[in-house]
């Protein structure tokens, strides 16, 4: 199973809107609304921020929203803050009732 | 409070096996999947399997299959991830994750463990 495709890095000015682009397959993120994404800064655990192609967990800010389009899902950050500035990660479950990540976006806030 | 605490940081020699656990608390350990994740020093996050902790069932990555066993000790609320056959490769950050739903596989993982550092070296 292949990692997903990731823009290898993302930035805006505060206040500004990005967005992140996840591409799959038909046999993962096209076959399954089960994509989710994740926040990790320096030396921490990933953080959930988006599950379920579309749903922010308890306490997750909305200016973090998430869609999907055929193989591509996608999650946009609004308002960009300085504490956004970290590395994002999907995720997504795949025919194989496994799981595969994407390689990864670095956001900076410029 | 939901808690899943790893073990402690491992230094292996090349060749060797390692055996991470993670002991959860704060929910019925019995009710949900737990998953292992790996990130190598500036890599990426790396899937590499699931453990139904109710029945012990397990799923493996397609690249570990082979050299990586997922068990459960449900009398003390504790996962384990052993790797086999260590590499300088397998040198990374092994992490226990747990579904966002009990009962659900679709790999949303709400809580995670600190994150066990394991070291391969000679």
Not at chain 1, 93 to 102: A, E, L
């Amino acid at each position: 199973q292949s990692a997903l495709t990731q823009p290898a890095s993302v930035s805006g000015s505060p206040g500004q809107s990005i967005t992140i682009s996840c591409t799959g397959a038909s046999s993962d993120v096209g076959g399954y609304n089960y994509v989710s994404w994740y926040q990790q800064h320096p030396g921490k655990a990933p953080k959930l921020m988006i599950y379920d192609v579309i749903n922010r967990p308890s306490g997750v800010s909305g200016r973090f929203s998430g869609s999907k389009s055929g193989n591509t899902a996608s999650l946009t950050i609004s308002g960009l803050q300085a504490e956004d500035e970290a590395d994002y990660y999907c995720s997504s479950y795949t025919s194989s009732t496994t799981q595969v990540f994407g390689v990864g976006t670095r956001v900076t806030v410029l | 409070q939901v808690q899943l605490v790893q073990s402690g940081a491992e230094v292996k020699q090349p060749g060797a096996s390692v055996k991470v656990s993670c002991k959860a608390s704060g929910y019925t350990f019995s009710d949900y999947y737990v998953h292992w994740v790996r990130q190598a020093p500036g890599q990426g996050l790396e899937w590499l399997g699931w453990i139904n902790i109710n029945n012990g069932g397990t799923s493996y990555a397609q690249k570990f299959r082979g050299w990586v066993t997922m068990t459960r000790d449900t009398s003390i609320s504790t996962a384990y991830m052993e790797l086999s056959r260590l590499t300088s490769d397998d040198t990374a950050v092994y992490y226990c994750a747990r579904e966002l739903r009990g009962s659900w596989l679709t790999g949303d993982f709400e809580y995670w463990g600190q994150g066990t550092l394991v070291t391969v070296s000679s």
